[in-house]
């Protein structure tokens, strides 16, 4: 772990949102940890990655790291799964894809896609409409009078509907039930929402499905409300969007550019053929480079430093 305890929690407290707050604490701990605890490098990597922006967790980082911690702080050190689990994560994304994300986060916790957004005049067009709508007004009324809404509510006065997952997945309560007041709730205001086209009420506003852009773990992910008529062109700035999602380094690729490599790993794997062959025959040097080069079709006046590459190649 190269950051100190002071520069760990100054990265960790430009995080964005409020479940991931407990890893100020965690880090603490860490810090605090004997040694040769703290220096064990499954424990170092798993500090590291509470400083990644939630939406780059790939598993309850905060759940994973209180576990290990607590464990470190009885001065024992992970058992082999944990350790199998903590390999699988592997290093954390580095620190120009944390800021890059990290900027993004600030803005979706706030509820605002705009930067992403060119046509930001037809949400608010559609908005507008809806607040004025009185059949909506009606349903929403109708509600109100139907079910205790304030039981629904969040602290902040938001009640959410229930979310559809990628490739349409459905959270575990999704059977039909009509049995307590919760299930006729659940099942009444996601048909509300669905007709309306809402992520749900804040109070008495209705929060309108937006245009939106979300990082995952797995991938970038565009959601077009199904009122939006979209137009590629005009409506989002693919630009800020590419470079948000390339944030994660991702290489390069293309027909072309895969038939390349392809033949660059045949070469690579002859070259260590031939290098293999080379070192049985006591073969050193510029003489053993030139050879392999030779033998795996090489022009003459090729750079020794190439052949160096071939053989480092994954």
């Not at 707050?21 to 810090?31: T, V």
């Not at 709508?133 to 009606?138: A, K, P, T, V, Y």
């Not at 565009?222 to 994660?248: K, T």
Request: aromatic share 10%; hydrophobic share 40%.
């Amino acid at each position: 772990m190269k950051t100190n305890l002071h520069e760990a929690l100054a990265r960790q407290a430009k995080l964005a949102f409020r479940r991931i707050r407990p890893g100020a604490q965690l880090i603490r701990r860490f810090y605090a940890l004997p040694d040769n605890i703290r220096t064990d490098a499954s424990i170092q990597r798993l500090c590291a990655w509470l400083m990644v922006p939630y939406s780059l967790w790939p598993i309850d980082i905060i759940g994973l790291a209180s576990h290990v911690v607590t464990i470190a702080e009885r001065k024992k050190l992970p058992k082999a799964e944990i350790r199998a689990l903590i390999s699988l994560l592997g290093e954390p994304p580095n620190a120009g894809t944390c800021d890059a994300i990290g900027a993004h986060e600030h803005l979706v916790k706030g509820g605002s896609y705009e930067s992403l957004i060119k046509a930001q005049h037809k949400f608010n067009a559609k908005e507008k409409r809806l607040l004025e709508n009185r059949e909506f007004l009606s349903d929403w009324k109708w509600l109100k009078q139907r079910f205790n809404i304030a039981k629904h509510r969040h602290d902040n006065g938001v009640i959410r509907r229930r979310m559809v997952f990628e490739r349409n997945f459905r959270p575990a309560d999704w059977d039909f039930s009509w049995k307590t007041s919760q299930d006729k709730f659940d099942n009444v205001f996601d048909a509300f929402c669905y007709k309306w086209t809402l992520y749900g009420m804040e109070w008495e506003k209705p929060l309108l499905q937006k245009l939106s852009v979300t990082i995952t773990p797995y991938g970038t992910m565009v959601v077009i409300p199904c009122y939006w008529s979209f137009d590629h062109g005009r409506d989002l700035e693919w630009r800020d969007i590419m470079q948000l999602h390339n944030a994660r380094n991702v290489p390069r690729q293309g027909m072309k550019l895969a038939t390349n490599q392809a033949e660059r790993r045949l070469l690579a794997k002859a070259a260590r053929k031939y290098l293999a062959e080379a070192k049985r025959r006591g073969m050193k040097g510029e003489t053993r480079d030139y050879w392999i080069m030779e033998k795996i079709g090489l022009p003459p006046n090729t750079d020794p430093r190439q052949l160096r590459r071939l053989l480092n190649l994954k």
